[in-house]
């Protein structure tokens, strides 16, 4: 679990140290060591599928981006045996459509565009199949809105412009419900507030400049109630100091110039 903590940590920390790498690498080993464990029991299988997963994420960090597919399409395949092993066991299926998430939103950044599209749809579909079998468990809903809006940047990319604006307005929907039943939980609106940016671009990309900067001002608003309700998280107002956050080369990496956020960013926060 510390491991963990420290990979999540390194992960938003906008440049990699020598220090950094060290430790990487040696969680890499460690992972890779378990990931090779050829138990057949319940709890080994489910180990190794996790393993994997985070192997696939240490490789992210270190940008070799090919060992990350490997990693992710591992995981894909072990959670998927064991969800259909064990069908009533959510969590081996919410560990499927994070691994067909993760898979396809890489995919998409590799421009695997019929891969990502299939794996981004099972996602969907895996992922909607948990909401309805546990409705109350906030963290399918989040995930949902996670994977809709991977899947409404590959449909931009394949310029299917009214695609992706249905999928971004589902997106929305689901975050604003998720943030009124949930008010106190910054990742739901940031989820939320990283909806309307993409929805932005979209509209920016399908030349409606209007509906661009509304969403783009829906985006930066959010931001800027985030910042003043948690100062000591910096993450918010970098998200307005920083470029847009799909031209970075994390999780929300695919889009590649906007002038949507620029327009955002001249709703001025608070000193």
Known sequence: MASELIEDWLARQPTLLPMHER???YALHSYEEFARDTGQDEESRAGVAEANK??????????????VETA????????????????????????????QRHLGHLQTVM????????????????????VADDPDAPKYRCGLVMALNQHGILLKNLKRFPESEKVYDEAVAIGRNLTADHPKEPE???QLANTHL?????????????????AGRLAAEMYERLAGTYPGNPRYRDQLASPPPETRSGSRSVHRT???????RRIRLSP
Request: charged share 25%.
């Open 23 to 25: 430790f990487l690498e």
């Open 258 to 264: 906007s002038g949507t956020w620029p327009a955002c």
């Open 54 to 67: 985070r192997v696939g994420f240490i490789h992210q960090l270190l940008t070799r981006m090919k060992d």
């Open 111 to 130: 421009s695997h565009t019929r891969e990502a599209e299939t794996n981004l749809g099972d996602a969907l579909v895996t992922y909607r199949g948990l």
């Open 198 to 214: 993409n929805r932005g671009v979209l509209f920016e990309t399908a030349r409606r400049p209007d509906d661009a900067v509304t």
């Open 188 to 190: 739901y609106h940031d």
């Open 72 to 99: 992710f399409e591992r995981s894909r395949v072990l959670y998927a045996a064991l969800a259909a092993d064990f069908p009533r066991a959510l969590p081996y299926r919410h560990g499927l459509a994070e691994a």
